[in-house]
């Protein structure tokens, strides 16, 4: 299994803690997408005639928005040695000296009401006993946790030592931003406070796996340790996006969580301090071309259902595996994330009509939305003792489904992947030992021979195999020979 590049630097003991980087967004000059009050200031010359343009207006307007966030939280670990040198260099003697075990974090946030209403990220202060907030006027602020949402890695916090009315940051619209378009960024990389890189918006509409609902701003800023929480502005001076994630390895490419999802999320998480979302009580996945080839499918773009669970919502409205999910309300569905991010923007009890692809035809499901479950990691399932198995087609051993295995999935009968030849169309498919084949072709598979009649009748044509992997299920093509 490749790992995962994409991090999103948790907040730590501070032994760990530098690990923590927002993405920040990038490059500094004056862009077309900027208003034109914003693009004359920012390209008004530093020196006079002649001179490069410069941003300091704008970074001037908008820093005293922009906070420092600390948390400690109670437990045992070790301070590194790095870490040690880097409070000893930076503070001198007023280096702080976690003491009992505390372990420490920093990040970054912005003020957005000026009641002292703070946005940063939910990884930055998960967790923590105690945080506070330091302001542009070098002014320390104690602050309570008031919301926070790990679907999307957003927190709310509320500056609670200090009663004055603080320059609150003005929220932009990220739908209209465009790739290509300016973007600067303030934060406390390696605690050095209200730290401004500028640069473009490379990308939109990012899925990295950071999240359930990812949908990045994707950036160029030279990444460091500790921007997590803070601002992406436009050259107006608003924010755009919220950094949280980077890519570990590499340089000029992190992310930002689009403003207008935070704005989405505020009156829930300031109200109640948890977001409750919609939920359909389905698996899906990317509708490929490959998949709707395989599936007769005469559509190449949507969400593929590839699991129902019969007493949710989708289940009891009538969807079912191979489904393909092409609009809901009426808009497209691009594929499985787009789908899931709108059913997440709808409230429980909410009534949606999904536009399904099912036997060639086009119909309307109707689906009152139940309540998303809190995500929860499931431990992984235990692994079973595979027996002999016999050969299979395209490269498959396979064998019956061990009846344990059947009561734990919730599945009568199927074929068990026990081994893959080397090079073969299988594992080219990216089938993997444990696997329990339940469907081939849109026809159910209740034991190896079916899987190989089934295989044998479609010769040399892409497979299409439905594929019980630990609790999820998923559509898996085996190319044509």
């Given at each position: 299994m490749i790992a995962n590049p994409f991090h999103r630097p948790s907040r730590e003991p501070l032994a760990r803690s530098f690990a923590i980087a927002g993405a920040l967004a990038a490059l500094c000059a004056c862009g077309p997408g900027a208003a034109p009050s914003a693009r004359a200031e920012a390209a008004k010359p530093a020196d006079g005639v002649g001179s490069p343009p410069s941003l300091a207006p704008l970074v001037q307007q908008v820093r005293p928005s922009v906070v420092g966030v600390t948390t400690v939280l109670k437990g045992k670990g070790e301070v590194s040695p790095e870490i040690e040198e880097f409070w000893r260099r930076y503070f001198g003697k007023n280096a702080p000296k976690p003491k009992g075990g505390e372990r420490m974090g920093i990040g970054s946030g912005v003020i957005i009401d000026p009641s002292g209403i703070v946005l940063t990220n939910n990884h930055v202060v998960s967790g923590a006993e105690r945080v506070t907030v330091k302001t542009s006027d070098d002014q320390d602020h104690q602050a309570k946790v008031v919301g926070t949402d790990p679907d999307t890695d957003v927190a709310v916090l509320q500056i609670t030592s200090d009663k004055r009315t603080f320059q609150a940051a003005t929220l932009g619209e990220s739908d209209s931003i465009r790739v290509g378009d300016y973007v600067v960024a303030i934060g406390n990389p390696f605690g050095l406070e209200l730290t401004v890189t500028s640069g473009i918006v490379s990308a939109k509409a990012r899925v990295i796996g950071a999240t359930p609902f990812d949908d990045f701003l994707q950036t160029d800023a030279a990444i460091n340790p500790g921007n997590s929480g803070g601002p992406l502005f436009d050259l107006s001076g608003k924010v755009v996006g919220i950094n949280t994630a980077i890519v570990a390895s590499g340089q000029g490419i992190g992310f930002a969580v689009p403003i207008d999802l935070v704005r989405s999320l505020l009156p829930q998480l300031e109200?109640?301090?948890?977001?409750?979302?919609?939920?359909?009580?389905?698996?899906?996945?990317?509708?490929?071309?490959?998949?709707?080839?395989?599936?007769?499918?005469?559509?190449?773009?949507?969400?593929?259902?590839?699991?129902?669970?019969?007493?949710?919502?989708?289940?009891?409205?009538?969807?079912?595996?191979?489904?393909a999910v092409v609009t809901l309300n009426g808009d497209p569905v691009k594929g499985a994330s787009e789908l899931s991010r709108k059913v997440a923007l709808s409230r429980p009890g909410e009534v949606v009509t999904l536009g399904v692809l099912r036997g060639g035809k086009q119909q309307d499901v109707k689906v009152t939305l139940g309540e998303r479950p809190s995500s929860q990691k499931s431990p992984p399932p235990a692994q079973e003792e595979s027996g002999e198995g016999e050969e299979g087609p395209v490269g498959l051993t396979i064998q019956p489904v061990p009846n344990q295995v059947q009561q734990k999935l919730g599945v009568k009968g199927g074929a068990m992947v026990s081994g893959i030849e080397a090079g073969s169309r299988a594992e080219e498919a990216g089938l993997q030992p444990g696997d329990v084949i339940v469907e081939a072709n849109r026809k159910p598979v209740k034991q190896p021979k079916d899987l190989v009649a089934i295989a044998k009748d479609a010769g040399d044509a892409p497979l299409a195999l439905r594929v019980r992997r630990g609790e999820a299920a998923v559509y898996v093509v085996i190319p044509a020979r």
């Open positions: 109200k109640t301090g948890r977001v409750v979302r919609g939920f359909l009580g389905v698996g899906v996945q990317d509708l490929t071309p490959e998949l709707a080839k395989a599936l007769g499918v005469n559509q190449d773009k949507g969400a593929l259902v590839a699991q129902v669970e019969p007493d949710g919502p989708g289940g009891k409205a009538g969807l079912k595996p191979g489904d």
